[in-house]
Nanobody
Framework: QVKLVESGGGLAQAGGSLRLSCVLSERTGSNRPMAWFRQALGKERQFVAA????????DYIDSVKGRFTISRDNAKNTVYLQMNTLKPEDTAVYYCATTRQAWYPPKSYDYWGQGTQVTVSQ
């Protein structure tokens, strides 16, 4: 079945950058919307960004607009989250997600990765 494997998390200084990657282990993954969520310690999981199947349409939560960019490489079944101008409040476990349907925007997400830790220092 669908498997999402994330990588790229780590420690960054405030103002720095990280790029997260998520590989979808499904040959039809290029037809699925993809998204990134995050969950900070003691807080609820929060939507961050989503991208449609083609990579031409994307949406972001207001707090990351202008700093984060979601993109995808369908030939590699991979979605990315480029995070620039990182802030301490970006510290969280970041999860990639996808849905069973190809329609965009999704109403909900059906499959989740294991998460990758992003820590931003002062």
């Amino acid at each position: 079945q669908v498997k999402l494997v994330e990588s790229g998390g780590g420690l960054a200084q405030a103002g720095g950058s990280l790029r997260l990657s998520c590989v979808l282990s499904e040959r039809t993954g290029s037809n699925r919307p993809m998204a990134w969520f995050r969950q900070a310690l003691g807080k609820e999981r929060q939507f961050v960004a989503a991208v449609d199947w083609s990579g031409s349409r994307a949406d972001y939560i207001d707090s990351v607009k202008g700093r984060f960019t979601i993109s995808r490489d369908n030939a590699k079944n991979t979605v990315y989250l480029q995070m620039n101008t990182l802030k301490p409040e970006d510290t969280a476990v970041y999860y990639c997600a996808t849905t069973r349907q190809a329609w965009y925007p999704p109403k909900s997400y059906d499959y989740w990765g294991q998460g990758t830790q992003v820590t931003v220092s002062q």
